[in-house]
Structure formats: structure tokens, C-alpha cells
Nanobody, 123 residues
């Protein structure tokens, strides 16, 4: 199965930018669409962004559209999430996930998950 490990989280100030990275194991990485979700305490996990197998198609949640970029490097088996103009409401554990299509934005469409990385945005 696919193993995913997130990194890059930390404590930042509102208005800052942050880049998260997800490293995937195995040769099967290129078979999967990849996505980022986030979950704040007491809230359900929500969709952030997704990218197709080739990287040609991307999908963003309205909450981050315009200040978020998802990218992947299939040669390195990595997928990144760049968030600009961070807000306190961006505070959450961020998870990367692998699934069949980047068209979908619900957790049930993704089969493999990383352990998450904490992002805390102070005001």
C-alpha cells in the first residue's frame, strides 16, 4: 500500500506563508490522485486541494482558492501544498491523501492517509 508522510507544519503568524510537503513510498505513487485535507479540533475533516495523477488538473476549496497551490513531483514521489496569507482559521492538522481522482473533495474518495502535520496560525 501507499505510505504517506507529511512535513512542514509549525507555528506561524497571520499573513505568513507556509509550504507543506508529503512524501509517498513505492512505485505506485503515480497511479494516484493526491489531495490535502485539514481538520481543526472538534470539526470534521475538510477538503483543501487535490491534484490529478499527471498534475494537469487541480481542485481547490473555496476557502483557500487564490492563496493556495498544490503541486506534485512524480519523479520524487512528493506532493506539496503552498498556503499564502495564512489566517488563524487555517489552524488545523493537515493531511495528505491518495485516491482515484482529484475531481472529488470528500474523504471517502481517498484510500490512503498520512499521519498529519500541525499548522498553527497565531494572530
Amino acid at each position: 500500500q501507499v505510505q504517506l508522510v507529511e512535513s512542514g507544519g509549525g507555528l506561524v503568524q497571520a499573513g505568513d506563508s507556509l509550504r507543506l510537503s508529503c512524501a509517498a513510498s513505492g512505485r505506485t505513487f503515480t497511479r494516484y490522485a493526491m489531495a490535502w485535507f485539514r481538520q481543526a479540533p472538534g470539526k470534521e475533516r475538510e477538503f483543501v486541494a487535490a491534484i490529478s495523477t499527471s498534475g494537469a488538473f487541480t481542485n481547490y476549496a473555496d476557502s483557500v482558492k487564490g492563496r493556495c497551490t498544490i503541486s506534485r513531483d512524480n519523479a520524487k514521489n512528493t506532493v506539496d501544498l503552498k498556503l499564502n496569507s495564512l489566517k488563524p482559521e487555517d489552524t488545523a492538522v493537515y493531511y495528505c491523501a491518495a485516491g482515484g481522482s482529484a475531481w472529488y473533495d470528500d474523504t471517502k474518495r481517498y484510500d490512503y492517509w498520512g499521519q498529519g502535520t500541525q499548522v498553527t496560525v497565531s494572530s
